[in-house]
């Protein structure tokens, strides 16, 4: 099956600082991908599409200035988080659609980020 | 009213026990559904997709109820590896990528 690959699992890092997660299809290519964030106790928020050679298609109320999107090859879209503060402390999760099955979403392991 | 809403649970049922799961979607025009399973801490795995003519994959059936914009997911003989969160998963028809994602319904299978 598509496998898609997530780094890092787990980040602590100081306010302020910025934090960038990366998202990689290791075996098929991914037009597509899509980066959420979840809060405890509930559920997946999308926070973004990523699209391959294009911007980023922001979900409303996602500052795009504070989540930096870069989706530079067909197999790898990063998400930084800039200037992070407490309140960014979450789960981020990415998937990648299958270019032609664009319903089916694998997710990659996850980043739970930590901001101190 | 949430796009996609489901009985956050927990379901606490004994090993083999039958539980179901209802979920209901709010935009009627939502053309796929999924119910993925996700276990504390992890990514969401698919579990499977939901058809109009109803689904089955071994122990799991999956029931879509277009008119009354209702899922639901039946585990027959359930495992304690069973225990997870289930989360319905709706494809709105507006947008062709976009997945929206119910709370999650917690099911705890004990021996």
């Known amino acids: 099956g598509a496998v898609v690959s997530q780094h890092p699992s787990w980040v602590i890092c100081k306010s302020g600082t910025s934090v960038k997660i990366e998202c990689r299809s290791l075996?098929?290519?991914?037009?597509?991908m899509f980066w959420y964030r979840q809060f405890p106790k509930q559920s997946l928020m999308l926070m973004a599409t990523?699209?391959?050679?294009?911007?980023?298609?922001?979900e409303q109320g996602v500052e795009k200035d504070k989540f930096l999107i870069n989706h530079a090859s067909l197999t790898l879209s990063t998400l930084t988080v800039t200037s992070a503060h407490p309140e960014d402390s979450s789960f981020y999760i990415c998937?990648?659609?299958?270019?032609?099955?664009?319903?089916?979403?694998?997710f990659g392991a996850g980043t739970r980020l930590s901001v101190l | 009213r949430k796009e996609v809403e489901q009985d956050p649970g927990p379901f606490n049922v004994p090993e083999g026990a039958t539980v179901a799961f209802n979920c209901t979607y709010s935009?009627?025009?939502?053309?796929?559904f999924f119910w993925y399973r996700q276990d504390c801490r992890k990514e969401p795995k698919l579990l499977m997709s939901?058809?109009?003519s109803g689904n089955e994959d071994g122990r799991f059936t999956a029931q879509l109820n277009r008119a009354s914009q209702y899922i639901s997911l039946l585990i027959r003989d359930s495992k304690l590896s069973d225990s997870a969160t289930y989360l319905c998963?709706?494809?709105?028809?507006?947008?062709?990528?976009?997945?929206?994602f119910g709370s999650g319904t917690r099911l705890l299978v004990r021996p």
């Open positions: 998963v709706v494809n709105p028809r507006d947008s062709s990528y976009k997945l929206i």
């Open positions: 939901v058809y109009s």
């Open positions: 075996d098929f290519q991914a037009t597509t």
């Open positions: 990523s699209n391959e050679g294009s911007k980023a298609t922001y």
């Open positions: 998937s990648a659609s299958v270019t032609g099955a664009k319903n089916i979403q694998y």
């Open positions: 935009n009627s025009a939502s053309q796929s």
